[in-house]
């Protein structure tokens, strides 16, 4: 849609509406506005949302970060508190701006561009920060010597490892809780998938996955598993799930168990800061 001029803030009567467009990082998108109507905005249509209460934007010049608190989007049917309690509005992008219901033709006053950041519920309303994209100004760029890899994901292009040898598709034979899982049919040794992930292709966390803290054997074959996070629901016993194995980030890791000591990215004999405040021999 073209679009010829700009709101004018400057004049005495305004029809102003904020719009909310969400684009979660597996491609669905939640359109929302604080209109009392549905909105068509660059083809795409936004849905009246209420109970929804912002802080002032902040926006800075230089390199301060602009930030935005959002309470009560989840008044909204499109979003579930399921789905927010699962994380799969983490990192999502987000994009703030405001249109004159009035005037659609003219061009929308942007407010704010950045990705979730924390999200806290509290009896059914939840407050999520928005955090703009100067706010990645204020993390660290660059490597450090570190004795452990610092390839930032098993399989990544800087890890080189074919994650593709190293995946299991197991049937959930037992859910001791949330956090606490048994697969049946693992010949794993223990420890295998400590450190890894496992992701849910069916029943009610199918698409949801976690880290895996520790992994231990159980009689008959099972792979006991602790997740580093609770899932939000309880798995029942024959959900499907992708095993992947982990890396402790160790040297002897990397070589034994993948075979990829080429690719490690750590410096494991360069000498500690114990080194450095070792006191010399008198």
């Not at 109507?37 to 002032?56: I, R």
């Not at 990192?91 to 005037?103: C, E, I, S």
């Not at 190293?166 to 998938?193: C, H, M, Q």
């Not at 006991?224 to 160790?250: F, K, N």
Request: with cysteine.
């Amino acid at each position: 849609m073209l679009r010829q001029t700009g709101i004018d803030l400057g004049q005495e009567a305004l029809h102003l509406a904020v719009c909310v467009r969400i684009e979660r990082r597996d491609g669905q998108v939640v359109c929302l506005t604080t209109h009392d109507a549905e909105l068509l905005v660059d083809g795409e249509t936004y849905e009246p949302m209420g109970g929804v209460d912002a802080t002032a934007v902040r926006q800075e010049a230089g390199a301060g970060v602009d930030n935005l608190d959002v309470a009560g989007l989840i008044q909204s049917e499109r979003i579930s508190e399921s789905d927010l309690l699962a994380g799969r509005y983490d990192g999502a992008t987000v994009r703030l701006f405001v249109v004159d219901w009035q005037q659609p033709g003219l061009a929308p006053l942007k407010l704010l561009k950045g990705q979730f950041g924390n999200i806290t519920v509290q009896a059914g309303r939840y407050t999520a920060e928005i955090r703009s994209l100067s706010q990645r100004l204020g993390q660290q760029i660059g490597d450090l010597v570190s004795p452990t890899c610092r390839a930032r994901a098993l399989g990544d292009a800087e890890c080189g490892v074919n994650l593709a040898l190293y995946r299991a598709t197991r049937t959930l034979a037992a859910a001791k809780s949330e956090s606490i899982l048994v697969f049946a049919g693992d010949a794993a040794a223990p420890g295998y998938y400590s450190h890894g992930r496992v992701q849910f292709t069916s029943g009610a966390c199918a698409g949801l996955a976690r880290e895996i803290r520790t992994h231990t054997k159980e009689p008959a074959g099972s792979a006991r598993l602790i997740l580093q996070e609770a899932l939000p629901v309880l798995p029942a016993p024959g959900d499907t799930a992708v095993l992947e194995a982990g890396c402790d980030r160790r040297l002897k890791t990397c070589r034994d168990k993948f075979g990829n000591a080429v690719n490690f990215r750590g410096e494991p004999r360069v000498p500690g800061t114990e080194t450095l405040l070792q006191r010399g021999r008198e």
